[in-house]
């Protein structure tokens, strides 16, 4: 299993960069009321959709295996199709703007449930981690390791996955001050940087899975 990890440890990190999830994790902590609350409702509703879809993407990829040869052109071209969408993402959020301010005035008004609802529009929304996660739970699906490992590797990744988003609230729960020194830094440097780092982060990925899907054509 420690060798499998390995394998898939670029994906599981290029799958756990999303400047835009941070970015709102730290907004709310800013903006709402209760925002500990709030934040954490929102990762709730993240990982709650995470965790299952996960899970049913590796039953289906392990439940595949008996049917479709591992190395198929099918898999290939399936990393290379998200790859491609990547590419338009990037270009496409490149040329879009949004109002902080706009977003502050609806986390604000906002009732503890939309949070929720809010963190599961926001992982379907998360392409670069379902782009990554076909190639990510393909490797894991095809690995020569027990079912038990598979499951064990699949909840490490879950758990690296949210850590960017739980960190945050951490930190608010448990080192106040700490995180009134921190967190306006680090809003100040997504609401400067993030669109330009997520384009980064998700041509970086678009380019790997390329890569990897024309090799193994």
Known sequence: ????????????????????????????????ERPVLRASAFTAGFAGLLIPLSAAGLLAFSGARSSVDPGSPAFAWID????????????????????????QQRLRRAPVAA???????MMLSNLSTLAVAVSMLHEIAIADVSTFERGLTLAIVDA???VPVVAPIALVALAPSTADRVLPNIRAGVDRYGVKVGAAVFIAIAIYLLVEGISHL
């Open 115 to 121: 949070y929720f609802g809010f963190g599961a529009v």
């Open 80 to 103: 290379i199709a998200m790859g491609a969408a990547l590419l338009v993402v990037s270009a496409v959020s490149l040329t879009r703007t949004s109002s902080i301010d706009a977003a």
């Open 160 to 162: 690296v996955i949210l």
């Open 1 to 32: 299993m420690g060798d499998l990890l390995v394998e898939i440890a670029p994906l599981v990190l290029a799958a756990a960069i999303s400047p835009a999830t941070i970015g709102i994790v730290v907004l709310i902590l800013a903006t709402a």
